[in-house]
């Protein structure tokens, strides 16, 4: 029995400022091509299941193009009779009871499974079943469904559990509403062939356990990632477990360090070609906090005209790292607010600007810390 498991696909995802050639977020756009990709593989090789283990968006509410997306994708699925069971993730889990869960669309197609509920849903069919266990906002009810999954197992046919959460702390996200599974009923793993996981990123087994596999997220949601195993897994379930990962192409990354005190020297050196279409982070390091307001960005990102997006990262002197994060945003906010000072002749028109840029800057914080 041949099952393709993938997760934390995340669409809606976007990061950047850079645009596609269709004039959408590049960032956006890598994310769809990254599920397209995996719905590719799966219509090829034709597994007898396929599961995804949460976060197929990247909100409650995703945009009308996120969702178009996965419709569209995953009607291909359900015209190829492929069986596909679904769980959802704390990405896209309500906080509240008043927002509808978005994977409701899925209700009506005729070979998808859907589990959205905040309780444990048992799939059945001729030789397995699946026991989906959706992301839960409470820690007693998580304890009170996984009590139930334990009821109503059928040692008779193969047995597959699918969760959303960390086992153990190791796998934390750093996320809003994440949870850790509980050691306390951690021996309920070993009543099941196959115990498929989402919400870590990286693809890998976890610890003692022989049969527990994060698939991995499909795409990376930070420049700090800099993992490689993005993909999908193919699972073989028989007399012996099976478990091979399947890496998918995605955009390349580089982090390039530049010495300030080299800095021009050190930019005609670089090689254009090197970075086509490519995530550059330029990490310009050794810098004097009163030199660097001097440097203007967009001449660094000249020196990478063929990346697809350039991200400038300061590292200041030893003796100045402790405020480096401090300085450098206090610094951009505090000359934006002088220049409009300089450039506006009406005070009240001043103010207004001020006001505006202000939740601007704080909007843009809020992004940040939301898509970390």
């Known amino acids: 029995m041949q099952i393709i498991h993938f997760s934390d696909t995340h669409l809606g995802f976007s990061d950047l400022d850079a645009l596609s050639r269709s004039g959408i977020n590049l960032r956006e756009e890598d994310f769809y091509k990254a599920f397209k990709d995996i719905i590719d593989a799966v219509l090829e090789k034709k597994p ?16 009308n193009r996120a969702i178009s997306v996965a419709l569209e994708q995953f009607t291909r699925l359900n015209s190829a009779k492929i069986p596909l069971i679904l769980i ?19 209700e009506n197609f005729e070979y998808i499974s859907v589990a959205y509920s905040q309780k444990a849903q048992v799939f059945q069919f001729k030789d397995i079943d699946f026991f989906a266990l959706p992301h839960i906002n409470s820690e007693e009810k998580i304890l009170q ?8 197992l059928d040692l008779n046919k193969k047995r597959v559990l699918m969760m959303h959460c960390s086992v153990g702390a ?29 919400h870590w990123h990286g ?5 003692k356990f ?37 890496q998918l192409e995605l955009r390349p990354t580089f982090t390039v360090t530049i010495n300030a005190d080299n800095m021009e020297s050190e930019l005609k050196a670089i090689k254009q070609e090197s970075y086509k279409d490519a995530l550059v982070e330029v990490v310009l390091s050794n810098l004097d906090i009163s030199k660097s307001i001097e440097i203007d960005n967009s001449h660094i990102e000249s020196f990478f005209k063929s990346a697809a997006s350039v991200k400038i ?20 906010e505090h000359f934006f607010y002088e220049h409009i000072k300089k450039e506006c002749s ?24 939301d898509t970390e």
């Not at 599961?51 to 995703?62: C, N, V």
């Not at 469904?145 to 109503?152: H, K």
Request: aromatic residues 10%; charged residues 30%; contains cysteine.
């Open 145 to 152: 469904e996984l009590e139930r999954i334990e009821e109503l």
């Open 170 to 198: 190791h796998y934390l996200m750093q996320e809003f509403g994440e949870w850790v599974y509980p050691k306390s009923k951690e021996y309920l793993f070993g009543m099941f062939d196959y115990v498929a996981l989402g």
């Open 210 to 246: 022989k049969n527990l596999y994060y698939s991995g997220s499909s795409e990376r949601t930070s420049s700090s990632d800099r993992r490689d195993n993005k993909g999908y897994v193919i699972v073989n379930i028989g007399d012996n477990l099976s478990v091979k990962h399947c």
């Open 313 to 332: 990262k300061r590292e200041f002197l030893e003796q100045q790292q402790k405020s480096i994060d401090g300085v450098e945003s206090l610094t951009l």
């Open 346 to 369: 009406n005070e009240e028109e001043s103010k207004r600007l001020i006001s505006r840029a202000k939740r601007l800057f704080s909007d843009i914080a809020e992004l940040e810390n």
């Open 48 to 63: 007898d299941f396929v599961i995804h283990t949460g976060d197929l968006f990247h909100r409650p509410s995703p945009t």
């Open 203 to 207: 693809f890998g087994s976890v610890g």
């Open 88 to 106: 959802a993730g704390n990405h896209e889990t309500p906080k509240t009871k008043a927002l509808s869960p978005i994977l409701k669309i899925f």
